[in-house]
């Protein structure tokens, strides 16, 4: 499989400027992809989003999901809706949604089963917070966090299930781990998920999240077991993205 390069707008970009900036991407990107490359927009712009990209070679996605299919579940968005419109991936347990949501290993648990009978890819976001780290608990944090979420998750093909490693000092701060640290964590999880699947394991692509950018993305994502990157900031801008591209080139 190719990295993976998906870009997490979180609160921005209002359904107009998606429209637009999904059109301006489709203009200058360029024929020959080195990654395969998603945008997981708000949910309420995710219909222009659509409008522009469905059938092109960018995929998209939301940045949350329900666990449950329909009924009185207000301000919920369920998956099956999410794959009418034409998107392939769903970010769950994000630390932001964790952090201020109050979202737990057993929501995101839920979520990935209900996004996967859904038909859709999540992309299961885990990582540690820089005291666990510093404590030297950051692999038995990170991968206890795996256990609980894909408890009863089965992987069978390719894009089953993404998994991004985001250490939470790293999102937003500036502070990139280094890509040794990024490396480690990814040869942690793969152990795992080698032990919970055997040679399905191969079909899962292990995400780096945190403060990626068009000079970190290389030497990040030329390690084993890194195999791809979610990003934030640097996804805002076309000339980042396209930046990005052409690093993994
Ligand atoms: P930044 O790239 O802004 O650090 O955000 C990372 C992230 O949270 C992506 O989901």
């Known amino acids: 499989m190719k990295p993976l390069l998906a870009l997490n707008w979180k609160l921005q970009k209002g359904p107009a400027e998606a429209l637009s900036w999904s059109k301006s991407l489709l203009e200058k990107l360029p024929s020959n992809l080195a990654a395969d490359l998603a945008i997981m927009s708000p949910t309420i712009s995710l219909s222009a989003v659509s409008g522009v990209l469905l059938g092109s070679k960018v995929a998209f996605g939301a940045q949350d999901v329900s666990a449950q299919g329909k009924g009185a579940f207000t301000g ?3 998956a099956a809706w999410l794959l009418e419109l034409g998107c392939k991936f769903a970010v769950i347990g994000h630390s932001e949604r964790r952090e201020y949501h109050g979202e737990t290993d057993f929501i995101a648990n839920a979520k990935v089963k209900a996004t996967q009978a859904a038909g859709l890819t999540p992309i299961l976001c885990v990582g540690e917070k820089l005291e666990v780290r510093e404590a030297g608990n950051a692999e038995s944090f990170t ?10 998750v089965e992987v069978n093909a390719d894009d089953s299930l993404v998994i991004a490693y985001e250490p939470i000092w790293a999102i937003g701060t500036g502070k990139t781990a280094t890509p040794d640290d990024a490396e480690n964590m990814g040869n942690a999880i793969r152990a ?21 950018k068009p000079d ?3 030497a990040l994502c030329a390690r084993s077991n890194v195999d791809g990157a979610l990003v934030g900031g640097a996804s805002l801008e ?12």
């Open 76 to 78: 919920e968005t369920a």
């Open 143 to 152: 991968v206890g966090q795996l256990e609980v979420a894909l408890n009863g």
């Open 192 to 212: 795992f998920l080698d032990g919970k699947y055997g040679a399905a394991s191969a079909h899962i692509r292990i995400l780096y999240g945190g403060s990626v």
């Open 216 to 218: 970190n993305i290389k």
């Open 238 to 249: 076309l000339d980042s993205v396209l930046g990005m591209l052409n690093a993994l080139a």
